[in-house]
Structures are given as C-alpha cells and as structure tokens.
C-alpha cells in the first residue's frame, strides 16, 4: 500500500476537523461556566457542580488533545507523500504557521485550569516570552499577561484570538474539506464514552511539592530549561524545526535536510520527554 493510499484510508485530517468541531461545540459550553476572575474555583466546580460538567469539561480535553494529534498525524501524512510540492511555497508557510497556534490553543487550556500544572506552565511561559529581546515585554501583554491581569488575556486568547489566527491559516486548506460526521461516528463514540467516564486532569496545588510536570507536549522543552536559558530552550529551540518544517516545501536537497534535521530534533526531544516524565 503506497504512503498516499494511506493517506486516503486513515482520513487524518477529516479526524482532526471531526475532533475540533467536538471540542469546539464542548468548549461553548465550558466557556459558559468559565470566570477568568476565579479560574480553579470555576474550573473544578464544572465536575462538581454543574450539571454534566464533568462530561462537558472532559469532551472538551480529550478532544482537543485528539484534534492536535490527528494535526500532527495529518502534517506528517503529506509530508511523507510530498503532496505539499502541490501548494505555493506562501501556502505552505501559512500550513506551518498553524501549528504553532494549534499547540498554543491547546496550552492556554491547560493554563486556564489554573491547578497546579497550569500555573506552572503559565509561569513558565511567561518567563519564556519576556526573555525575548526588545520584543518579549509586548508579547508577553499580547499573549499571556498573567501576573498583571489574571487569566482575562489567556482567556480571550483562547476563546477567540488564537482560533482566529488558526482560522486564517488554515481556510484555504479547510475550505477544501467535506467532513462527514458518519464516517467517523467511531470517532465521536469512543470520545464521548471516554468523557463520560473518565475525567479531565485537575491537580490542586500541594505544599512543599518541588517538580510540577506539565502538559504532555511540552514535557521535553520543560526538561531542557533545566540545562539551558530560557531564550534559548523556550523560542530558540522551537523555532528551529518550525523553520525545518517550513523548508520541506523547498524542492531537494534542502528538503532532504530539512527532513533529517525535523527526525534528529523529534529524537532529542522524545528523550528528553521521557527523562521528565520519569523525574
């Protein structure tokens, strides 16, 4: 069976819109619930208070995880099959800038729970944005603004500014797409049965507790920051195989190289991944 067949069979990127619009339609009404004035205590109280909050809360978070993996799978899929030589290089660069704001999409959530994962993450990422010279300040206010503001910024971030960003550049790709709910009712069933049953992550801050892991996609990036400055383990080091990814839609043989150079850093930092998770 040839990579491109198998393109076609796995549906990736028709998983990946099928679990947006299941996270998206969750989220409204999570977003409902939500204060930004009192983010753990609105939170928590969707599982406890809430009338099917907890099923809201994790179809939310399972699905959004699920739209960023089937993302990534569906990236991955047409890199492989060179299927990207088909779009203009301006296109293409567009397609790449989404990632980025899909991982951020999927951040300020963890950030908005404001448990303990999400305040270390939060701190951690505004460390990591101040750190940029002559630009850090202004993105920091732009993005985050934690310290100054609570969770109002995040919260607008995510409900509606990154999606926006997400939106504009991914249209011209997504106007293409008809997703058929009914063929990927196993989809929507096993996500819907694992939310009724299992719940989201909520982890209270505890006393005296030293190392917070955070979320999963960002447990490498974490560990590097133990080994090196922030600028340098938190944009520097990103930046690199964002601008790989962007080089695959040059022509050979820098595309060759931009392709080992993406397989050396997914490497590095599966290791790295594995060391804090094992912490």
Known sequence: MSIRTLIIETKWGGLSLVSLYLSALSGMVVA?????????????????????????????????QLFFLFSLCHLAAVILAKTDQQLRF???????????AALLLLFTGYVLRADATGEAAGVIAENITLSIPFLGTVLNSLLFSIE?????????????????VWGVCCWDHLR?????????????????????FLAAPMEPARLGLF???????????????????????GVVFPSTVVAALVCVGTEAPGRRRSLLFIAGWLTVYCILSIIAALR
Not at 37 to 55: E, N
Not at 152 to 164: E, F, I, M, P, S
Not at 211 to 225: K, T
């Open 211 to 233: 190392h917070i892991q955070g979320p999963w996609f960002l447990l490498g990036l974490q560990e590097l920051l133990r080994y090196i400055q922030p600028f340098w383990a």
């Open 32 to 64: 409902l619930q939500y204060d930004p004035a009192t983010p753990f205590f609105s939170a928590s109280s969707l599982d406890l208070l809430t009338p099917f909050g907890q099923f809201f809360r994790a179809c939310h978070f399972y699905s959004s």
């Open 148 to 164: 100054a503001e609570g969770m109002k910024r995040v919260y607008a971030n995510h409900l509606v500014g990154l999606g926006l």
């Open 90 to 100: 301006g296109k293409w660069l567009l397609l790449i800038c989404s990632v980025p």
């Open 176 to 196: 293409r797409y008809r997703v058929g709910f009914a063929q990927h009712s196993l989809l929507l069933f096993v996500t819907v049965a694992v939310s009724l």
